[in-house]
């Protein structure tokens, strides 16, 4: 159960990651389209009042969006194989140019809960805890049973004897004879055994005494282990939110600040040098946007797969429940 859970969160991990670069490319795209608008602006004007090395400035940072926008498309190649890999479904191996896109988007508000309701629930919930308490119930049953191995042995013993014999295959007169001819005899008596020195029940009951205990530290273990766990994932999952809302704020004050300096830059001349200024600032205010949106992208996947973990550590990645054999299989 545990590696399956592992497997499922490299899978959630992976899914995530081709969102985040899939959200990239779509960043990129839009980010090269604007700056395609500000270069095609710019040439329109080159005849009026727009200077050379503005056009200059706005080529150079096309291509640089160019090249972002084509390593964010091989980034997502390269996220659709790993998942591809890690699925393993037939369907995905034999045709590996199926597109892959991820349908689910990144939620943004999370279960409030404390920390020791988080620990009982985990507790309550971790199948290698349930594990453990089987292992140290059947450690217990096996410690008590050597330690009865280990006390002397009284046993009470009752016997009783018939005889009636007879030939040519007379079975009723013998049945008779049984308690005419051949009286019946019983005999009682008390059995007392006490082995010398005892050291093969001693040593067992030892060895189940050592198991018992290695068991009921192992739960100890295993317990702190995953409160620890548990603490640590919902700490993750608090901070992840927490950046994820001050990453929303700062990417809509940085679309705010482009928005406000593309709509002065427009309405300078363009020969002036404060517009080469503000065209300079615009191309920098359109750096952090990008920026400021793979921030967000980067908090929202990263709020997504705490979640996931935290999952994980509660238990609840993977429910068992009984199962219905029959002709379309369910469980509850």
């Not at 896109?101 to 309550?124: C, G, K, M, N, Y």
């Not at 295993?222 to 548990?230: C, G, L, T, Y």
Request: glycine fraction near 4%; charge should be negative; include cysteine.
């Amino acid at each position: 159960a545990a590696g399956l859970q592992d497997q499922l969160l490299r899978v959630a991990e992976q899914y995530w990651q081709l969102y985040f670069q899939r959200a990239l490319v779509l960043q990129q795209g839009r980010n090269l389209q604007r700056d395609n608008a500000i270069l095609h602006h710019l040439e329109e004007r080159q005849a009026i009042d727009v200077l050379r090395s503005q056009i200059q400035r706005a080529k150079a940072k096309v291509a640089t969006r160019e090249a972002s926008w084509l390593r964010a498309s091989a980034s997502v190649r390269d996220a659709e194989a790993t998942l591809r890999s890690l699925v393993n479904s037939p369907l995905l191996l034999n045709h590996p140019h199926i597109e892959i896109a991820p349908l689910d988007v990144p939620r943004e508000h999370h279960l409030d809960i404390s920390p020791s309701v988080a620990r009982q629930l985990a507790l309550a919930q971790r199948p290698e805890i349930d594990n453990l308490l089987t292992q140290l119930r059947i450690a217990t049953v096996e410690t008590d049973v050597a330690a009865n191995q280990v006390l002397p042995s009284l046993a009470l013993v009752v016997e009783s004897y018939v005889n009636g014999l007879q030939g040519d295959v007379r079975l009723g007169r013998a049945l008779g004879d049984q308690f005419s001819e051949g009286a019946p005899s019983y005999s009682a008596g008390l059995f007392f055994e006490m082995p010398l020195g005892n050291r093969r029940a001693r040593s067992q009951l030892l060895q189940r005494q050592l198991e018992l205990s290695r068991v009921s530290h192992q739960l100890d273990a295993s317990m702190a282990e995953i409160a620890a766990e548990v603490e640590i994932v919902l700490r993750e999952v608090y901070v992840a939110h927490a950046l994820l809302v001050s990453r929303r704020a700062a990417l809509a004050a940085t679309a705010a600040e482009v928005e406000y300096l593309y709509q002065r830059w427009k309405q300078l001349p363009g020969h002036d040098q404060s517009t080469s200024l503000f065209l300079v600032d615009l191309l920098d205010a359109e750096d952090r946007l990008v920026n400021e949106q793979q921030q967000l992208v980067g908090a929202q996947t990263s709020f997504a797969v705490a979640q996931v973990k935290l999952k994980r550590a509660l238990g609840e990645l993977i429910v068992f429940g009984p199962c219905v054999l029959s002709a379309t299989p369910s469980c509850p």
